[in-house]
């Protein structure tokens, strides 16, 4: 009894300073603040964040919070706001990146920049990548100085542009020129989420580590020439059966600490058939069925367990009568924090077999490696208890971004960086999420997800 009342004076010790948020009375800003940041078209190329960064600007002057633009780019500016603490403890860093990726505007049923309210979703391009963590940073700011809230430490807003591929005048910027602007011991930004499985949220992902871009192409040199004469140095034929080998190969498959809890704990909550296959994977001798499954019914998961290789873009010939006299392949490689990129492309050079096929590093863009986020800090206990708070019920685990996110950037400089995100269904990660045709959030869960931010924030900063 007494190590309980114990736990109850804890955990009413860590919101003591806290003001309680009337959640219903928030909608209305929340909503108007999501759609507006929806509506700018900052589609990357070209960018044009700036006029993102104007607008979350004229917000918090018109709230007294202090701010200041950063920009390596006129047209692609970063924003920084910064409430202060009394420095019992190093910052919190709340980032969200302002540019999204471009639509293909005949694949939309609505205008992609219109924020369009329908069905119980918010329909835009943005709308979960990454505006919705845009939303929720800037709402937690607005409350926490509106509400006068005492910190322990500072909270630090970021809104950066470039996430989408062109790091340059963003995070890149930011840390490289004006780190003491962001510097901070834990970060949180996107990269988790959670999901809703018949009508319940089942579990919440926490973004521990992330995959390394590491872009690669294939290119193979032939002889020009008519296209009625065969020839055996064809760039084309060889290019092909080369990008038919890579992308049926399976590369080894290696669990890391994050991997590891991640299916233990999926397993804890599975049904029998799911958890029989989730513990298979953590068993060296039993996991090529498991694998298997994985590979075709779970993707996303299959692509945890190892580097993977997807080509993307083919080029080569320019008239069908003409054989080309070179063709090149563009290879996704995502791989393993601590991946060998040299020896990868050698036993990639195995499986392709041909001579005739370059295997060549595209340059640029390249993110830095870091050591993996603990799951033993503040920070992830606090997102592990407001997790169960917000979403009770539900189970918290660990988890490797297969994409990428400014978070390596960060973490490479020893920030503590952790990615959330809003409770989605299945169906709509896989075909309303990040970079699909339509994207879409529902409207019930960005008001939960700027709970959840709130409620997270609270509890790393706020004055115990």
Not at 313 to 324: E, S, W
Request: glycine share 8%; aromatic share 6%.
């Amino acid at each position: 009894m007494k190590s309980v009342i114990l736990i109850l004076a804890f955990a009413v010790a860590v919101y003591a300073q806290v003001p309680s948020v009337q959640w219903q009375q928030q909608r209305a800003e929340i909503l108007r603040h999501h759609r507006s940041l929806v509506q700018i078209d900052t589609s990357n190329p070209p960018g044009n964040e700036t006029k993102a960064a104007e607008y979350l600007k004229k917000v918090f002057d018109a709230e007294g919070i202090p701010s200041q633009i950063f920009a390596l780019d006129p047209s692609r500016a970063n924003i920084v706001a910064r409430l202060k603490g009394n420095g019992n403890k190093r910052p919190l860093l709340i980032l969200a990146h302002t540019d999204v990726v471009g639509v293909q505007r005949e694949k939309w049923p609505m205008d992609p920049f219109g924020a369009v309210l329908k069905d119980g979703f918010i329909w835009g391009r943005g709308s979960v990548d990454d505006k919705d963590k845009l939303t929720a940073n800037l709402m937690v700011m607005l409350l926490l100085k509106r509400n006068q809230a005492k910190l322990d430490r500072d909270v630090i807003f970021l809104a950066e542009s470039g996430e989408e591929g062109t790091t340059g005048p963003g995070i890149d910027f930011m840390v490289n020129q004006h780190f003491d602007a962001i510097n901070a011991e834990f970060a949180m930004t996107e990269g988790g989420g959670a999901t809703i499985d018949n009508g319940h949220v089942t579990t919440v992902q926490i973004q521990t580590t992330e995959k390394v871009p590491r872009g690669t192409r294939l290119v193979v040199n032939g002889t020009s020439g008519h296209g009625s004469v065969p020839r055996l140095d064809n760039a084309v034929v060889h290019l092909a059966a080369a990008v038919g080998k890579v992308g049926t190969w399976e590369t080894p498959m290696r669990l890391n600490d994050t991997t590891r809890t991640y299916f233990e704990k999926l397993a804890a909550i599975s049904p029998p058939d799911k958890a029989a296959r989730y513990n298979a994977l953590l068993d060296p001798k039993r996991t090529e069925e498991a694998q298997r499954y994985l590979r075709e019914r779970e993707p996303q998961r299959y692509s945890m367990l190892r580097t993977s290789i997807v080509p993307t873009i083919l080029k080569g010939g320019f008239r069908v009568n003409v054989i080309p006299s070179e063709a090149e392949a563009t290879l996704d490689v995502r791989a393993l924090p601590d991946e060998d990129l040299d020896k990868l492309y050698a036993e990639m050079r195995k499986v392709i077999g041909d001579p005739a096929v370059k295997i060549e590093r595209i340059p640029g863009n390249d993110r830095p490696v870091g050591a993996p986020s603990r799951l033993d800090t503040d920070m992830y206990r606090a997102l592990e208890q407001v997790s169960k708070r917000v979403y009770p019920g539900a189970m918290v685990l660990p988890i490797m971004g297969t994409g990428a996110s400014d978070m390596a950037q960060l973490r490479a400089k020893g920030v503590q960086c952790y990615g959330i995100g809003p409770a989605r269904t299945e169906e709509d990660s896989t075909n309303y999420g990040a970079h699909s045709d339509v994207e879409r959030i529902p409207e019930a869960s960005l008001y939960q997800f700027v709970e959840f931010t709130w409620n997270a924030v609270a509890a790393v900063a706020a004055a115990k």
